[in-house]
């Protein structure tokens, strides 16, 4: 088993920053990819931002130039650096950990941007 302790996450007004990070611990053998989703209430969960374990990036067309993702391979984190946070960017936003065919995910953090 893989545990996903999120942090991070609350509320900012529109324009704000946010920072969530994630640590993994447990049955960890081989992490590649590590990531982030959303969801708000009533719609499905949806990419935000993934990396690989050698850095490369991939982003939601609807963060691109407003999020960073990060990882420290060594301690087993990821993080995501919100910027230019909007009104549209609420949700839980869940850290995501694919291994050996299981998919593990965090309990989820809320976000919330006022207007």
């Known amino acids: 088993q893989v545990q996903l302790v999120e942090s991070g996450g609350g509320l900012v007004q529109a324009g704000g920053s946010l920072r969530l990070s994630c640590a993994a611990s447990?049955?960890?053998?081989?992490?590649?990819?590590m990531g982030w989703y959303r969801q708000v209430p009533g719609l499905q969960r949806e990419l935000v931002a993934t990396?690989?374990?050698?850095?490369?990036?991939n982003y939601a067309d609807s963060v691109k130039g407003r999020f960073t993702i990060s990882r420290d391979n060594a301690k087993n984190t990821v993080s995501l650096q919100m910027n230019g946070l909007r009104p549209e960017d609420t949700a839980v936003y869940y850290c995501?950990?694919?291994?050996?065919?299981?998919?593990?995910w965090g309990q989820g953090t809320q976000v919330t941007v006022s207007s």
């Open positions: 990396i690989t374990s050698r850095g490369t990036t």
């Open positions: 995501w950990l694919p291994q050996l065919g299981y998919t593990y």
């Open positions: 447990g049955s960890i053998i081989s992490i590649n990819l």
